[in-house]
């Protein structure tokens, strides 16, 4: 009699990758769904179902036997979700959770529970756009951060607009409801994860710092950088951000650091129902990594200590450029940085995309910034 656990992934991408090695030393059997183009998970998992995440037939068939459905991506249909919960599978998070992925809805439960939120407006017309676009941006300095609720994602999804320009994007735009919010003058960014047990059980990382290029995230620092107080208002926020989505597994919080006449403080940018990058430096610098953490969560184990196993840590990600393999520059890269903990995605290179990421720990946080961006640009080619 096999009493191995399975845990069923909806997405067959690096998170999913990540999953599937952190799965091996535990034990446990994972399947991943992987629609048309999904890449990163094939060369690792051995148990791979083809089909979109939103075919009901599909996720049936991933489901089957397992004893958790999970995520690697938030594009999942939720009523035929609803249906495989309503069948008796366990999907953790759950589709209410999930919900919380939207730009809108989270903003507006985050408010409604007294979370430190952006001053936002949510354009989902109920009344006429184009004067509420003008009038939210006259009250805020002109110009305006425009998000897609849904659908967006490395900064796809986001734009920075004013006067006309605005206007004219609000009337034409037909997609998911907008979220407006001001242009605000960021001190910094950092990001919290949070890994949250049915019981309740929670625990969270040491706060990170996230820079992103282009609205993309480009580099994470541990620490963070935060004074004491400040890295514990942001621990507590992130918590409290958990309980509300209700959360189960993995929760990435990301921050805005914002000026104040009493000094810097944090407002709620988005969270994130899932393992997700500003985690990926877990793996190799905390005692549990992210995605550990994700599976004893989902399969309602405890959980494990999340202290930094190392002073400092920063990784890179690695974007691709031109149609070449980073992997033909590996060799090259070990040569000028050794101790690059290298991770590449086995994805097709192309501009913007995603491709890897390397993680450099040690005593001193900018010579890991400096040894870890020396290893992605020499992986990058650029
Ligand atoms: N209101 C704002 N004011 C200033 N900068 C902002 C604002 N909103 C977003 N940004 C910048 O744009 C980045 C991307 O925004 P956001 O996190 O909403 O988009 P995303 O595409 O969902 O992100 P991700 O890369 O996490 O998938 C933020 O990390 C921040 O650097
Ligand atoms: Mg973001």
């Known amino acids: 009699m096999t009493v191995q656990p399975v845990v069923a992934v909806v997405g067959g991408g690096q998170l999913a990758r990540m999953l599937a090695e952190a799965a091996s030393p535990l034990g446990v059997h994972l399947r991943v769904l992987a629609a048309d183009g999904d890449e990163g998970a094939g060369e690792v998992v051995t148990d791979v179902v083809r089909g979109d995440p939103d075919d009901e037939v599909a996720l049936a068939a991933v489901a089957e036997g397992a004893d958790v459905v999970t995520f690697d991506h938030e594009n999942v249909d939720h009523a035929a979700l609803e249906s495989l919960e309503a069948a008796g599978v366990v999907v953790r998070p ?44 006259a009250a805020h300095g002109g110009r305006v951060v425009v998000k897609a609720s849904r659908g967006g994602y490395d900064g796809r999804g986001v734009w920075m607009l004013s006067g006309d320009e605005l206007e004219a994007f609000v009337d ?106 500003s985690g990926h430096l877990t793996i190799d610098a905390c005692a549990t990594s992210q995605f550990e953490q994700h599976l004893r969560a989902v399969l309602d184990w405890p959980l494990g200590p999340t202290d930094p196993l190392v002073p400092a840590a920063t990784m890179v990600n690695v974007v691709g450029g031109a149609d070449d393999d980073p992997r033909q520059r590996q060799a090259q890269a070990l040569a000028r940085v050794p101790g690059a903990r290298i991770h590449l995605y086995g994805k097709t290179s192309r501009p913007g995309r995603k491709i890897g990421h390397v993680t450099v720990v040690g005593a001193d946080r900018d010579a890991t910034r400096e040894q870890a961006r020396l290893a992605a640009d020499l992986l990058a080619g650029s």
């Not at 730009?103 to 430190?116: D, M, N, S, V, Y």
């Open 94 to 137: 759950s589709v209410a959770t999930l919900r919380c992925s939207d730009k809108a809805h989270q903003r507006r439960t985050f408010a409604a529970a007294g979370l430190p939120v952006p001053d936002f407006v949510v354009l989902d017309g109920t009344e006429p756009v184009v004067a509420a676009a003008r009038g939210f941006a």
């Open 172 to 277: 034409e735009w037909t997609g998911a409801p907008l979220v407006l919010e001001p242009e605000l003058d960021l001190v910094g960014e950092v990001a919290v994860l949070v890994a949250r047990r049915p019981s309740g059980e929670v625990a969270t990382w040491p706060v990170v710092e996230t820079v992103q290029v282009g609205g993309m995230c480009d580099e994470v620092v541990l620490p963070s950088g935060l004074d004491a107080s400040l890295e514990a208002t942001a621990l507590d926020v992130a918590r409290r951000v958990a309980e509300v989505a209700g959360a189960v597994g993995v929760l990435a919080v990301e921050l805005f650091l914002v000026a104040t006449p009493n000094g810097p403080t944090v407002l709620v940018n988005e969270v994130a129902p899932r393992v997700h990058n």
